[in-house]
């Protein structure tokens, strides 16, 4: 039977355990209101560019004039895979669901016999690649300097890619991310976004039906905004990204802060029952000794 | 009274404004261009500049860098997407300098990665000038570029 002081330095640490994990649920939860209001601040911006480059795509995409980050390069055999993930763990399976879709797509790749390549956002994805996937890794985007993730690290990100479409590095570039469904709930998603695809959401095809005039031309208007496409695609992930990971987060550790009561509870009642017994034990020896008298 | 469109400022990270107005100038790649109700259906790119709004209440300003702008799409209204949209009045000097410092390292990008290519670098060239320009016109001049 472990000793009385060892329970009860025990029920101790888990007290203070549950205490921290409290308190990480709380800044969780603060954290989710913000990165939720920021992914909604977005969504006007993507929705509108999203429909814009809809039309556009539609009526410039078929001909063969049409760039390259939105025809391709007419070839499917390198892949890019750029995994975000979050910089910090403790946050239940939200970092290794998002690098488990992404190896088993790599695997699935590879036994096409098709070239891959990851670059990686955020420290926890880099780690649980590097093991399987070492070989594959060509880059890493640090954002752990970041507090608040702001378009200017999504252009940073698209520049990368881009500068390395642009260099014939790869053929199609797809993107990892945890999609926000709420907060016991978030799906790891994979979207392509080279060559770019639009798909005009929620009915909106009064855009691609209405004739717009285009300046300077159709096709430079397109070259403009197909590079901004992938900024966007990547800033409203990384938000997306971002509202998840606090999601995740979050019932993690009201979990951890459930299953640490209980642990206490159980301990407490161990600790009262042997306490009780050395009590009782006490007992006896001294009875047992008066009655010897 | 002057007809009312809607008019949408989005910038990425926020809406700036949504508001009834009646004529917006607009900074377009190719000239500035003052857009006003039953404009027809335009899309163009924006240089960096000053966006003028003027509506019922009065007139607001912009300062927007790239982007571009949807005239007379769904509803007739203008909506601007703007990658980085500030109020004219909340500009302040650091922000200037570091759009301007933002341009000139495109620049520098270009040169080096185009050569003997002069069209990317013309470009990054008009984005600079483009930028030190806005800010000459909101008082808020920057270093001279050294092009």
């Known amino acids: 039977m472990p000793n009385l002081k060892d329970l009860k330095n025990r029920i101790?640490?888990?007290?203070?355990?549950?205490?921290?994990?409290?308190?990480?649920?709380?800044?969780?939860?603060a954290k989710l209101r913000r990165a939720q209001e920021a992914a909604e601040a977005s969504r006007p911006y993507t929705e509108r560019f999203n429909a814009v480059m809809a039309g556009l795509a539609g009526s410039v995409g078929g001909s063969d004039s049409a760039p390259k980050l939105l025809s391709g390069t007419g070839e499917d055999k390198v892949h890019l895979l750029v995994v975000m993930t979050a910089e910090r763990g403790l946050c239940g399976g939200f970092n290794s669901n998002i690098a488990k879709k992404a190896k088993a797509h790599a695997r699935e790749l590879l036994a096409q016999g098709k070239e891959v390549k990851i670059l990686t956002v955020g420290k926890k994805g880099r780690d649980a690649l590097r093991r399987d996937m070492g070989d594959h890794l060509v880059g890493h985007v640090d954002l752990s300097e970041v507090k608040k993730i702001g378009y200017g690290d999504a252009q940073k990100i698209a520049q990368d890619v881009l500068n390395r479409f642009d260099a014939g590095e790869f053929d199609v570039a797809t993107i990892f991310y945890a999609k926000f469904v709420n907060v016991v709930m978030q799906t790891p998603t994979a979207q392509q976004i080279i060559p770019a695809k639009f798909d005009a959401e929620d009915?909106?095809?009064?855009?691609?039906?209405?004739?717009?005039?285009?300046?300077?031309?159709?096709?430079?208007?397109?070259?403009?905004?197909?590079?901004?496409?992938?900024?966007?695609a990547i800033f409203s992930a990384l938000l997306e990204n971002g509202a998840?990971?606090?999601?995740?987060?979050?019932?993690?550790?009201?979990?951890?802060?459930?299953?640490?009561?209980?642990?206490?509870?159980?301990?407490?009642?161990q600790y009262n029952r042997s306490?009780?017994?050395?009590?009782?034990?006490?007992?006896?020896?001294?009875?047992?000794?008066?009655e010897a008298l | 009274m002057a007809d009312t469109m809607q008019f949408d400022l989005v910038s990425p990270e926020r809406r700036l404004a949504s508001m009834q107005v009646t004529a917006v100038q607009i900074p377009g790649t190719e000239g500035d261009m003052t857009a006003m109700a039953d404009h027809a259906p335009t899309i163009t790119t924006l240089r960096p500049g000053l966006l003028r709004v003027e509506s019922p209440e009065?007139?607001?300003?912009?300062?927007?860098?790239?982007?571009?702008?949807?005239?007379?799409?769904?509803?007739?209204?203008?909506?601007?997407?703007?990658?980085r949209a500030v109020a004219r009045a909340d500009m302040t000097q650091e922000q200037m300098d570091s759009m301007v410092a933002e341009a000139h390292a495109v620049y520098a990008r270009a040169k080096d990665n185009w050569e003997n290519e002069p069209g990317p670098v013309d470009d990054a060239a008009k984005l600079l000038a483009d930028m030190v320009a806005v800010g000459d016109h909101i008082g808020l001049s920057s270093k001279q570029p050294n092009l």
């Open chain 1, 275 to 290: 306490r009780q017994a050395v009590i009782t034990n006490e007992l006896i020896e001294i009875i047992s000794g008066a």
């Open chain 1, 203 to 232: 009915g909106e095809d009064s855009s691609a039906s209405t004739l717009f005039d285009y300046e300077p031309s159709e096709e430079a208007v397109l070259a403009d905004l197909l590079p901004r496409g992938v900024a966007t």
């Open chain 1, 244 to 269: 998840s990971e606090q999601g995740a987060r979050m019932s993690a550790m009201d979990n951890a802060t459930r299953n640490a009561g209980e642990m206490i509870d159980k301990l407490t009642i």
């Open chain 2, 58 to 83: 009065g007139t607001s300003e912009y300062v927007v860098t790239g982007g571009f702008a949807e005239i007379g799409g769904q509803g007739g209204g203008v909506s601007v997407l703007a990658e």
């Open chain 1, 12 to 29: 101790a640490s888990v007290k203070s355990t549950r205490k921290i994990t409290k308190a990480m649920q709380m800044v969780a939860a």
